[in-house]
């Protein structure tokens, strides 16, 4: 979740009556609670990645990528060593992908990657 924001409109503490796990019970309903209340969605991790891969293997990388729900923004030539695919790619996607690339490229391809932002899951 993110922007959320709790506030304890009340609440006491008796040596007999009060416990950890009251409070967090007590928490945890709240929470639930205002979840429904809100209509949550489930995000997920998407990453920026950069593959660059000889000239040869590009239209089956970017028709892999779409496969994965990635979306790419754009290409760049390399010059003498091929070309740069610049995509967006949900993470879960991507948890084998450079042993996937290198079965894609022959060995010759590779990638980076780094955190962009979260995304609503699709339905």
Partial sequence: MVDIKVTLVGGKTHSVDSSDAAFQAAGALALREAAAAAKIQLLEPVSSVVISVPDDYVGA???????????????????GEGTEILAEVPDQELLRYAIELRALTAGTGHFRRSYLRHEPLPK
């Fill in 61 to 79: 990388v970017m028709s892999d990528l779409s496969g994965r729900r990635g979306r790419v923004n754009g290409t760049n030539a390399i010059e």
